[in-house]
């Protein structure tokens, strides 16, 4: 098969833009595993001057200022809006910029995150990066990656997993297992050492790598040199690139045709349980061995989907799905907290919306009731 012809299986739009690229071979020697990496990768076609360009900062500012024109930080940076771009720009001409350290809290979505805040013309730079990696990214990875990705998302990828499931079970007329795992520590636990190894495979241009080094190295969880801080937008794809890795693995190494992963959560179906038995030794060897990554041991199991599988915090079973009694608990919890606000209300009417949830949907609006007269004008049901 051509490359071009490869590109377009991507269904990507931008795949005409990269037919192009220069070529590399990639050894399966190097990978040691089974020579799914004996391929030929296309190279990022961008130079590090249109990276730090004045146009791509100031573009960049655009997009990055959506949503944020009220924070008190991106005031202040806007103030003086052109001048503070501008020594921003001077110093990556110079190649004399560093890194800022980052501002720390916490926040509880369920469990508490450490989130690790940029200042704001680090972040401009971030989406300035970002702008011109994603596109180029976005040609390398699988179709059933959802986590961070444009047309992708949780809602995609729970509908794949019922597709999955109907076709490995040839439309719910024998059982099929799913493998279900969990990565521990994920962001916390990334190598940047073989980060930056995986980006400088396709990047050709020594001066973005080093720019790159120098954002990835900015950050480190308890040991230097290790992890990647949640707050930040290039995180968002710099995992999505290692775990590619893992990816390719999974569909050209084990040959897993149905298999699908959302940040650090993957599931495999397969009709053989011994065969998912088998293809969590050699994941979690892989995942150990070349990305330094280990799996939950409490969130690691194998069962029928006939029995019920969680995934992405919905339980799934052959006819229907419902929210894991976990998240049902959380959201009563904050619209009680909220006072059922009626764009709460309608964000969690939305996302149960997307499961067999009927009775959920009557005991939220049993409770909105309690709270706003149907009648009332900001009763969340009122058009109903």
Not at 164 to 193: E, G, M, Y
Not at 260 to 266: G, K, M, V
């Amino acid at each position: 098969m051509s490359f071009s012809a490869i590109l377009a299986g991507l269904g990507c739009s931008y795949a005409t833009k990269y037919t192009h690229l220069l070529l590399s071979p990639i050894l399966a020697t190097k990978s040691g595993w089974g020579g799914f990496f004996d391929m030929r990768r296309i190279k990022f076609e961008h130079a590090y001057h249109d990276i730090i360009s004045l146009e791509n900062l100031l573009e960049a500012w655009e997009e990055f200022i959506k949503g944020k024109r009220n924070k008190k930080d991106v005031q202040e940076f806007e103030r003086d809006l052109m001048a503070n771009i501008i020594v921003l720009h001077d110093e990556l001409v110079a190649k004399t910029y560093e890194h800022s350290a980052y501002e720390f809290f916490k926040i509880y979505d369920p469990k508490p995150r450490d989130i690790h805040k940029a200042t704001v013309r680090d972040r401009l730079l971030h989406h300035a990066l970002y702008r011109k990696l994603y596109p180029f990214f976005e040609l390398t990875f699988i179709a059933d990656s959802f986590s961070c990705r444009l047309r992708k998302g949780t809602h995609k990828a729970l509908d794949r997993f019922q597709s999955f499931a109907r076709k490995a079970s040839c439309n719910h007329t024998k059982s099929v297992w799913v493998l279900k795992c969990d990565v521990r520590k994920f962001f916390a636990s990334i190598d940047q050492a073989i980060l930056l190894a995986i980006l400088e495979e396709y990047i050709l241009d020594e001066d973005i790598t080093v720019l790159l080094s120098e954002i990835i190295g900015s950050f480190y969880s308890m040991t230097k040199g290790i992890g990647l801080p949640l707050g930040n937008l290039t995180s968002q794809l710099f995992v999505n690139i290692y775990m590619n890795e893992f990816d390719q693995f999974v569909k050209h190494g084990l040959k897993a045709e149905y298999y699908i992963r959302y940040a650090d959560d993957f599931v495999i179906f397969d009709a053989d349980k011994s065969c998912l038995e088998s293809l969590l030794s050699k994941t979690s060897d892989f995942l150990q061995e070349k990305l330094k990554l280990t799996l939950h041991p409490d969130k690691v199991f194998i069962k029928t989907v006939s029995s019920g599988v969680d995934f992405l915090g919905w339980v799934h079973f052959p006819d229907h799905r419902v929210l894991r009694t976990a998240a049902k608990r959380r959201m009563f919890r904050r619209l009680q907290e909220s006072k059922a606000k009626p764009e709460t209300v309608q964000s969690y009417v939305g996302m149960i919306g997307h499961g067999n949830c009927q009775k959920l949907k009557d005991q939220i609006e049993a409770l909105t009731a309690a709270i706003y007269p149907r009648s009332s004008p900001r009763s969340p049901f009122l058009c109903r």
